[in-house]
């Protein structure tokens, strides 16, 4: 375009001297002149021409760059106004020389005041010291950037370089970290708190942590914890906290004496209420208990929320402080939550309080009992026994536990077993138990008694077995010897009753027997009175009373003998006595009346002479042979013999007559004792013939007994020692 323009300006010139027509003459020099001057020209033309451009392009950039600037400094400016950050401008000595709306706000004073203050006048005194020391670094070069953390703002100060016109400035960057503050100082109270409740084993030691906790972060100076008593019907303050504060202490110590009974004052109305609850000026409020001791304290504000148990207030935590304090939103719910934290923490203290107590009342009981008691496993291992098991069954634990126990099982299962009983581990859910015998680590052999209880756990499974151990030995053996008394008892009763019965019927059998002898003497000495007999009758009936008088007789002989062999006055007369003698004197005593049996004798004639009493023997001899004469009643034949059976003779009397049932045989020496079946009822008798038989052969040092069967006879054996020398002859023989 300025090339266009400066060829139309010279175009227009050309125009002009080819209008004038010029003379030939003058035509070339004024050509010439021309030509340089319409170049000149062109040349100047072209150079305005450029200039004029260059001037109107400046002028638009300049004022190009004017807007951007404009706009960037808009652009700053509402940067600088947006931030969130206070800015603003100040000399070396600190004093504002520009401020942001931000930082008039964060330092709470208007734009206007804060033009010219200085920066340790608008910022909290005991932040002036730090100030004047960062400035002095500035203004000396030190640093070129200062910043720090102060009690309500986080102050950047940088260094400006000075600008063409002016001095070197400083610029200032303040953020507000109140709400900051405020904030972490809440979470650092959540995480404290979690930490005393997390860490803390019972109410009593985390409490004055907790009240410590909620001064020190949130920024009151003392708290109390007011405890429900029992009955729910009054507050007390149990626990209190503040900083070693005298003034302070003489509140808290006034409030330990008020109780709070209804729903008046903060705390009161806090725990009727249940919910937070804060009283900003205290000497505005009327019933606020202690109120003199709070206002003479220079308490200003408080606050209290309330510890929640399961959706019942339990207590109340109350905060106190000497500044105003306006809790916050977030503060209030903090300490809403601190309450209902506190409250689980106090249920599952108390809690597990009562389950340590409840765990050392078993412990005790298990450790002192005087009952064995084992703790098993669900398959039956031991884990634990208690000192009186191990002290009953005198073994350690380790011997306990690796083999006493598993013996202990077996043999319960063996018992258990026989009785028909489940085995141990079967059966627990019957509860029933049972007695075993057991040998301790002493070899003792003791009754033990054995009861067992599953254990379940929090879900109901069996967790492990309790096993009851008592030692019975002395009950059991005082049971077993009161059964075997009981057992005598009774059979004493028995005999008792049948020697009572045995009794009269040997009472009836006696006077029967005295009676029959007597009518029989009575009516033949009344004939032979009476007269007129031939003297062969007198003779025979003479004959008669002699026979019943010698019947009566030998009953009373049997029954004085019986007499003494009971009171222990049978006496022995001993000698020497030859046994085939008085075998033989026996049978010639007996062939007389006895008419239907035939006797033999079967005597080793060899046998050597015996010691005892002669007469004794002969009775004993003569009671046999009768016997066996009259079991006889149909006859038969009644054997005698004698031989030597080691140092004794045995002696027999064997008849073929009706033999003694088998159930007899063993009862025919007792006393009174008679068969009372088949025909040997009939034959009349006392029962005491071979009772006082035995006691004979037995007073010799010698034995009797019987073999026999029904309808083929008996054979009565008896033996009566050799005599000492004859004895010793026989060996001396058979050596
Ligand atoms: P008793 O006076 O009744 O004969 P004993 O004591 O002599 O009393 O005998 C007891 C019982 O033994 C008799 O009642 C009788 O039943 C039985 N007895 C004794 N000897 C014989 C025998 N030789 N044969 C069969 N029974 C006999």
């Known amino acids: 375009m300025p090339f266009a323009f400066a060829a139309a300006v010279l175009a227009a010139i050309l125009g002009v001297i080819d209008a004038a027509a010029v003379q030939p003459a003058f035509a070339f020099p004024l050509f010439v002149g021309l030509v340089v001057f319409g170049a000149v020209l062109a040349g100047v033309a072209v150079a305005t021409s450029e200039l004029f451009r260059q001037s109107r392009l400046t002028a638009a950039e300049a004022q190009a760059r004017l807007q951007d600037l404009t706009v960037q400094e808009r652009r700053l400016s509402a940067t600088v106004e947006a931030a969130e950050v206070g800015l603003g401008l100040a000399d070396l000595d600190g004093n504002l020389t520009q401020v942001s709306t931000r930082l008039a706000t964060i330092l709470g004073r208007t734009r206007e005041e804060l033009a010219g203050a200085g920066l340790e006048e608008v910022l909290p005194s005991e932040d002036r010291a730090a100030i004047a020391d960062a400035l002095q670094l500035l203004r000396d070069g030190d640093v070129a950037t200062w910043q720090a953390e102060l009690s309500r703002v986080a102050l950047f100060m940088v260094r400006l370089p000075a600008t063409a016109g002016g001095d070197p400035a400083v610029l200032v960057q303040v953020a507000d970290i109140v709400a900051r503050r405020r904030i972490e100082s809440l979470s650092d109270c959540v995480a404290g708190v979690r930490q005393v409740i997390v860490n803390a084993t019972g109410i009593e030691q985390a409490m004055p942590q907790l009240l410590r906790g909620f001064c020190e972060y949130l920024g009151w100076s003392a708290g109390q914890y007011w405890a429900l008593d029992a009955e729910r019907k009054s507050l007390r303050v149990r626990y209190s906290w503040n900083a070693a504060d005298t003034v302070m202490e003489g509140f808290l110590h006034a409030g330990r004496g008020v109780v709070v009974t209804a729903a008046t004052g903060l705390v009161g109305r806090v725990w009727q209420a249940g919910v937070v609850a804060a009283e900003e000026d205290l000497e505005r409020s009327a019933d606020y208990e202690p109120r003199t001791a709070a206002l003479s304290a220079g308490l200003r504000s408080g606050l209290a929320f309330p510890v929640v148990v399961g959706g019942d207030v339990t207590g109340v935590v109350e905060l106190v402080a000497r500044q105003p304090h306006t ?29 340590r107590r409840s765990e050392a009342d078993h412990r005790a009981i298990f450790e002192r009992s005087p009952i064995g008691i084992a703790r098993i496993s669900n398959g039956g291992e031991l884990v634990e026994a208690n000192a009186s098991l191990l002290h009953m069954l005198d073994h350690d634990a380790e011997t306990m536990r690796a083999h006493a126990w598993p013996e202990l099982m077996r043999t319960y299962d063996q018992t258990a077993a026989r009785e028909h009983k489940a085995p141990f581990l079967a059966g627990l859910s019957d509860g029933s138990s049972l007695q075993i015998r057991a040998a301790t680590g002493a070899g003792n052999w003791l009754w033990l008694q054995l009861t067992a209880t599953s254990i379940p756990d929090s879900r109901g499974t069996p967790e492990h077995v309790l096993v009851m151990v008592e030692d019975v030995t002395a009950l059991r053996e005082t049971s077993d010897r009161l059964a075997e008394a009981l057992e005598a008892q009774r059979d004493a009763n028995t005999n008792l009753e049948k020697l009572d019965q045995t009794k009269s019927e040997f009472l009836s059998i006696v006077s029967h027997e005295f009676r029959t002898a007597l009518t029989g003497i009575q009516g033949f000495s009344e004939l032979i009175r009476d007269g007129g007999l031939e003297p062969d009758e007198v ?99 009644v054997t005698l013999s004698s031989r030597v059976e080691g140092r004794f003779a045995l002696i027999s009397v064997t008849d073929t007559g009706l033999g003694i049932p088998q159930d007899e045989i063993g009862h025919v020496f007792e006393r009174f004792r008679r068969v009372r079946s088949g025909a040997a009822q009939s034959i009349p008798g006392t029962g005491l013939g071979l009772t006082i038989v035995k006691q004979i052969v037995e007073m010799h040092g010698g034995k009797i007994w019987v073999e026999s069967a029904v309808g083929h006879g008996s054979s009565f054996h008896f033996t009566v020692p050799l005599a000492p020398e004859s004895a010793n002859a026989l060996q001396l023989r058979h050596a």
Do not use: C
Request: charged content about 25%; overall charge negative; hydrophobic content about 40%.
């Open 327 to 355: 809790p916050a939103d977030e503060e209030v719910t903090v300490l809403a939550t601190a309450g209902v934290e506190i409250g689980q923490f106090i249920r599952r203290a108390e809690t597990a309080q009562a389950l």
């Open 539 to 637: 003779r025979a009936y003479g004959g008669y009373i002699f026979n019943d008088a010698d019947r009566v007789n030998r009953l009373i002989g049997d029954m004085l003998d019986l007499d003494r062999m009971e009171s222990g006055r049978m006496t022995m007369r001993a000698g020497d006595v030859d046994i085939n003698d008085i075998v033989m004197e026996a049978i010639s005593r007996a062939v007389p009346s006895a008419v239907t049996v035939e006797f033999k004798s079967d005597l080793d004639p060899r046998l050597p002479i015996v010691s005892g009493d002669r007469d004794r023997l002969i009775q004993v001899l003569s009671n046999l042979v009768n016997n066996a004469v009259k079991y006889s009643p149909d006859g038969g034949t």
